[in-house]
């Protein structure tokens, strides 16, 4: 101004300090960390543990849902609840599963140790992925696992028909066998948690997909789905293969993914938002962007509305805070002063200040919205 349009030398240096002190980005500055640190506390409150602000980014993407099975949809404390055949089948069964410590493994032994069974020593011990464990017992070869393992086995009929008929009640079903040779079944169950229907009901409402990866067969993984209303389901999964079917979901959706074991480490890492539940193994917790502490599947559909509120937020602030440079520069440079606008260094600063405070408020108010 001093030098185009001739105004006082202190008319121009007033509006040239005035334009420094309300060009000030201290608003911009304290628009995301502010947001995201309300946004991080309220979810440490709640029992989500959310990690960095990519992850809130993330969130807002999201358009399907995917789930582990075991431990995640379901307790993750199977029990027997079915032995078709006669003593020897859960005998076999005990011994062959008797070092390991899968939850299948668990639930046989415990059964096994309710029954008064002995534990009887076996050799050449081989676990075969994806399918079961065979070994060597008094030169006979035993073996237990699910349908894969008897591939090319032709099993008698009625245990054929009785395996059908577990498998829909939603349980998983053993064969129990030795010398190529099916001799039973013994039927698992692991009930899904208390919330994990409620849970699938308010994600489906909110418009998400969802859909369970499994090891297990389809009539076991599809009776499971059923229950607690999920849409869709991949059964007989490979631990392996978990990241290529979410890599596989992502080709048409940005999906997030929930789980807790170790096998759930790639997919956790591979989808666009992983969840672990903070019941789970510390590869998962590691992998995922949100930790559910309280195991509770609820906290799923918290945690995503508390990311896209915080997110929302971030992004509400930081228009503000630009909104608050666009229009007040003009004015403290003097380009209204025609009209009579005019902006002095002090009503410059309680501008600068006012900015910086209203964002702070407006970050604040994630702690008191509803979730």
């Not at 185009?4 to 005035?18: K, M």
């Not at 937020?313 to 229009?327: E, M, S």
């Amino acid at each position: 101004w001093f030098v185009l349009l001739s105004a006082s030398f202190t008319a121009a240096l007033l509006y040239a300090i005035a334009v420094l002190i309300i060009a000030c980005p201290c608003a911009l500055g304290l628009a995301t960390p502010t947001a995201l640190m309300v946004g991080t506390g309220r979810g440490a409150k709640m029992g989500i543990l959310i990690k960095n602000g990519e992850v809130l980014e993330a969130s807002n993407d999201i358009s399907l849902v995917a789930f582990d099975k075991t431990g995640t949809i379901t307790v993750g404390k199977p029990a027997v609840t079915n032995i078709f055949g006669d003593d020897s089948v859960l005998e076999i069964a005990a011994a062959l599963e008797q070092n390991s410590e899968h939850p299948l493994a668990v639930a046989i032994l415990e059964k096994s140790d309710k029954s008064k069974i002995k534990l009887q020593k076996v050799k050449d011990f081989e676990a075969v992925e994806g399918k079961g464990i065979k070994a060597n017992l008094g030169g006979d070869e035993i073996f237990i696992g699910n349908h894969k393992i008897i591939d090319g086995l032709n099993l008698p009929q009625e245990i054929e028909d009785e395996m059908l008929k577990l498998e829909r009640q939603a349980k998983t079903v053993m064969v129990v066998g030795k010398n190529q040779k099916a001799l039973g079944l013994i039927a698992v169950q692991d009930e899904p948690k208390k919330t994990s229907a409620a849970a699938i009901k308010q994600l489906k409402k909110l418009g998400y997909k969802t859909v369970m990866i499994t090891g297990d067969n389809q009539h076991t993984a599809q009776a499971i789905a059923d229950e607690i209303g999920i849409d869709e389901v991949v059964a007989s999964v490979l631990p392996a293969e978990k990241a290529d079917q979410i890599n596989a979901l992502k080709q048409s959706d940005k999906v997030a993914f929930v789980g807790d074991g170790i096998n759930d480490a790639p997919a956790l890492a591979s989808a666009d938002l992983g969840i672990a539940m903070g019941s789970g193994t510390d590869i998962a917790i590691e992998s995922g962007g949100i930790v559910l502490m309280r195991n509770d599947l609820r906290d799923v559909v918290k945690a995503l509305k508390l990311s896209q509120k915080t997110f929302k937020r971030i992004k509400l602030n930081l228009f503000w805070a630009f909104i608050y440079n666009t229009l007040g520069i003009p004015i403290a440079a003097g380009a209204f002063a025609t009209w009579g606008v005019v902006l002095n260094p002090e009503l410059a600063g309680l501008a600068m200040a006012f900015s910086s405070v209203s964002v702070v408020l407006s970050s604040l108010q994630l702690s008191r919205s509803k979730i």
